[in-house]
């Protein structure tokens, strides 16, 4: 059984900072790829963010050279520095694992920017 905490939003000015982080628990974590995705009222849940076992980095368009996602293995936790935001930024952000053969989810975290 795996698990998924976020934490670590709020409500924040246009271009200030936040960071969201992912606490998980289960096996098999540390070989996965782990996401952060995002989901505003009205839309569709987009990728935001990938990390691999790794450490290596996929990111959307609308958020490169803004966000950063990182993980510690060691900690079962991953992190999603997020800065410069920006209004459009206002969503659900969730973070997400695969393990054959199914999705997992966390609950979610508001992150909600005024201009």
């Known amino acids: 059984q795996v698990q998924l905490v976020e934490s670590g939003g709020g409500l924040v000015q246009a271009g200030g900072s936040l960071r969201l982080s992912c606490a998980a628990s289960?096996?098999?974590?540390?070989?996965?790829?782990m996401d952060w995705y995002r989901q505003a009222p009205g839309k569709q849940r987009e990728l935001v963010a990938s990390?691999?076992?790794?450490?290596?980095?996929n990111y959307a368009d609308s958020v490169k050279g803004r966000f950063t996602i990182s993980r510690d293995n060691a900690k079962n936790t991953i992190y999603l520095q997020m800065n410069t935001l920006k209004p459009e930024d206002t969503a659900g952000y969730y973070c997400?694992?695969?393990?054959?053969?199914?999705?997992?989810w966390g609950q979610g975290t508001q992150v909600s920017v005024s201009s």
């Open positions: 990390i691999t076992s790794g450490g290596s980095t």
């Open positions: 997400h694992v695969y393990l054959w053969p199914r999705d997992y």
């Open positions: 289960g096996s098999r974590l540390s070989a996965a790829v």
